[in-house]
Nanobody, 127 residues
């Protein structure tokens, strides 16, 4: 069974930074792409960023491009999301997720493509 545990959320003022971490259990972490999603109250869960199983490819939502950076450390079974220049509209619960396909050769961008999810971590950005 795969378990994903997020950490690093919190409250920050606009313009500040946070770094989210996601620790994954299991021996096959390096075989799957990983993604970060977020969900604000009353809104759908949307992709923030995704990274390929090798770490060589990344994709970002337009709203975070240039401000957020996704990375992974396969030796530590971990994926990270560095968030800079935070805005109030970044306020949401952030979820870590693992792709449902092993060695997918393109980056999956929909919720349905991801098979395992963490419990989420709250990020609140005040103006």
């Amino acid at each position: 069974q795969v378990q994903l545990v997020e950490s690093g959320g919190g409250s920050v003022q606009a313009g500040g930074s946070l770094r989210l971490s996601c620790a994954a259990s299991g021996r096959t972490f390096s075989s799957f792409a990983m993604g970060w999603f977020r969900q604000a109250p009353g809104k759908e869960r949307d992709l923030v960023a995704t990274i390929s199983w090798s770490g060589s490819s990344t994709f970002y939502a337009d709203s975070v491009k240039g401000r957020f950076t996704i990375s992974r450390d396969n030796a530590k079974n971990a994926v990270y999301l560095q968030m800079n220049s935070l805005k109030p509209e970044d306020t949401a619960i952030y979820y870590c997720a693992r792709d449902g396909w092993v060695y997918r050769n393109y980056l999956a961008v929909t919720v349905q493509d991801y098979a395992y999810w963490g419990q989420g971590t709250q990020v609140t950005v005040s103006s």
